[in-house]
T-cell receptor, first 112, second 114 residues
């Protein structure tokens, strides 16, 4: 069975600081994608960043970057220069069939 | 921009009622999905559809059915609502099948069954 685990239910960070959200996964497939989605309070979920398992280079999107450790099956999200608008629930997700398997989510609070 | 809309943001129904949750996407996406979101459990897939009139069960289909008569519309049906179906329901769509493709989500429907 494929699983995604986010072990940090809640986190907080001061505005302008850096925070890392953890995610581990388990799959027996070789070809898969990993995603981080963001769900702001009362707003629609949106994609933050994606990583192809075959690519060794870590994906980066502006202030968001990932640390992809394939052997360890770890996929953490780093948010640099945190902003108040980053306050949201973040979900890690795995796809190898076109369907997404989600982790439990991490609620991030950015404090002014 | 892709737009996925859901018919209601909040819904309150009584036990035993038949409940329809509607989802519409405006970008001609092939695939559509229904999830439920519960605290501590993340999102779990109920059903998905990769074409009109086609559907497949997800991880938790019990107590639910779906309908996709038109490409842009995907309905989730609770045949006889129960209190354990109180949850947030999210609809999503993606352009085509494939592991790389982003899913676009609707705003969600918070359903309360009393």
């Amino acid at each position: 069975a494929q699983t995604v685990t986010q072990s940090q239910p809640e986190m907080s960070v001061q505005e302008a600081e850096t925070v890392t959200l953890s995610c581990t996964y388990d799959t027996s497939e070789n070809n898969y994608y990993l995603f981080w989605y963001k769900q702001p309070p009362s707003r629609q979920m949106i994609l933050v960043i994606r990583q192809e398992a075959y690519k060794q280079q870590n994906a980066t999107e502006n202030r968001f970057s990932v640390n992809f450790q394939k052997a360890a099956k770890s996929f953490s999200l780093k948010i640099s220069d945190s902003q108040l608008g980053d306050t949201a629930m973040y979900f890690c997700a795995l796809s190898n069939t076109g369907k997404l398997i989600f982790g439990q989510g991490t609620t991030l609070q950015v404090k002014p | 921009d892709v737009k996925v809309t859901q018919s209601s943001r909040y819904l309150v129904k009584r036990t035993g009622e038949k409940v329809f949750l509607e989802c519409v996407q405006d970008m001609d996406h092939e695939n559509m999905f229904w999830y439920r979101q519960d605290p501590g459990l993340g999102l779990r897939l109920i059903y998905f559809s990769y074409d009109v009139k086609m559907k497949e069960k997800g991880d938790i289909p019990e107590g639910y059915s779906v309908s996709r008569e038109k490409k842009e519309r995907f309905s989730l049906i609770l045949e006889s609502a129960s209190t354990n179906q109180t949850s947030m329901y999210l609809c999503a769509s993606s352009l085509v099948s494939g592991i790389a493709y982003e899913q676009y989500f609707g705003p969600g429907t918070r359903l309360t069954v009393t």
